[in-house]
């Protein structure tokens, strides 16, 4: 039990760190609407070009945020919040978790997509191989490195001073909503969580960028399949592809289920309110209009 002024500490904390992470996530607001002005008004001399801008404001996009409330939290003299649940030294179990986690993430997603096909993003369209290496980097490899280390790394981390299940259920509510698509939300939201929980139960962020990096991967290489491919072909290798994936992933659970750790409750004694500050309120009020508003684009 926690004495009331370990929880008066606590409570300010959540404070703080959610006007900060406020603060930060608007910066992103900010260069995502010029990068938005910038790209959709310049006529570029060719798609690489277009493509090179794109990932350049994508760095800063995901930078900015990262850097100011990494700042932040160091100015109010916060040290940074440490993992429980680290199963560091047990790569065994951290490499099968993570499986296991690659496997919901993809799989769900492939559902999703078939269910509700305006989710499904802007896949290969026979661009050249330049093309298609500048679009690996700005969908694959930029988000499984900066947006794990913005959204778990410091957001998810700092966020477990209100409890574990707090910061993956909010970290993934803010994951989901700086998609700014409400078609897109709920399979950001339910892979936010489980790459949250991946997070959280390995301690380290080679896991969780490993997860999004091979799912972001993989659906792109299914999209260039689709391209050249009969859609009855590569209808039957997707199914196959699932297929292996959900029987490995059962023959993983068999084994990891046994050497499975309790995520435990983290530090967190915090009322969810004492996250609810004006400014993240603020922010959550702008990402639902701006989900509407790009939905409707």
């Known amino acids: 039990m926690k004495s009331e002024k370990e929880v008066r500490i606590m409570n300010y904390r959540s404070k703080r760190t959610s006007e900060n992470m406020a603060v930060a996530l608007f910066a992103g607001l900010i260069i995502m609407f010029l990068s938005s002005l910038i790209i959709s008004e310049i006529k570029f001399p060719s798609a690489e070009l277009r493509m090179l801008v794109y990932i350049l404001f994508s760095v800063v996009y995901l930078l900015l ?46 559902l999703y997509a078939m269910a509700f096909p305006n989710a499904a993003g802007e896949g290969y369209n026979g661009e050249g191989i330049i093309y298609i290496l500048l679009t690996l980097i700005s969908s694959c490899f930029i988000p499984a490195v900066m947006e794990e280390y913005l959204y778990r790394g410091l957001f998810c981390r700092e966020l477990t001073v209100c409890g574990n299940g707090f910061a993956i259920i909010v970290s993934a509510l803010i994951f989901g909503l700086v998609h700014f698509s409400f078609s897109v939300f709920p399979y950001a939201f339910v892979s936010g969580l489980i790459i949250g929980y991946v997070y959280l139960s390995t301690g380290s962020l080679k896991y969780t960028m490993t997860i999004h990096f ?7 290489v299914f999209s260039i399949l689709y391209f050249y491919v009969s859609k009855n072909i590569y209808s039957a290798v997707l199914l196959i592809f699932i297929v ?34 004006f400014p993240m309120i603020i922010f959550i009020i702008c990402a639902i209009i701006m989900n509407i508003l790009y939905d409707g684009i």
Do not use: D, H, W
């Open 65 to 110: 945020p990262s850097f100011i409330f990494y700042a932040m939290q160091k100015s109010a003299g916060f040290a940074p919040m440490q993992v429980k649940n680290s199963e560091t030294g047990n790569v065994k179990y951290n490499v099968m978790l993570t499986f296991i986690g690659f496997v919901l993430v993809f799989v769900f997603g492939v």
């Open 214 to 220: 091979l799912n972001n991967f993989l659906s792109y």
């Open 244 to 277: 292996v994936l959900c029987v490995s992933a059962m023959i993983v659970l068999y084994f990891l289920v046994p050497n499975g750790k309790v995520l435990s409750r983290g530090s967190g004694n915090v009322s969810a309110s004492a996250f609810l500050t």
